[in-house]
């Protein structure tokens, strides 16, 4: 499914990006994204004391969704049920996490977010 694009139709962004001063902060690109991920904000090796977003989603979005659907992997959809969803947008979670050094604090979830 990720080598024939079908998660980026229904994950179409990265799974995160540095925060700091600004909301999507700088610095996270030191290297080039792959062709694969071009919007990929994020590609440095994570190190203790970075803060990071953690941000998987699920999006409907007919111009992404429709060429997939109709396309050859078409049949591997449950069109009923993206029907369904269609009008509702999408859902994304999105966590703000600190780099410990032994793992990771979710600092939204401290808060009760
Ligand atoms: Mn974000």
Redesign the pocket.
């Known amino acids: 499914m990720v080598e024939q694009g079908v998660t980026r139709a229904f994950f179409p962004h990265g799974i ?2 540095f925060l700091g001063i600004k ?2 902060d700088v610095a996270g690109k030191l290297e080039p994204s792959p062709a694969d991920a071009p919007f990929l904000r994020l590609t440095r090796t994570l190190e203790e004391g970075m803060v990071v ?1 953690i ?1 998987p989603g699920l999006y409907i979005i007919p111009s992404l969704l429709d060429p997939v659907l109709n396309g050859p992997l078409g049949e591997h959809f449950n069109h009923e049920v993206i029907d369904d969803l269609r009008g509702c947008g999408g859902i994304r979670i ?1 966590d703000n996490v600190v780099v410990t050094a032994d793992g990771a604090r979710n600092l939204t979830r401290e808060m009760g977010g």
């Open positions: 995160g990006h909301v999507h977003t941000e999105e």
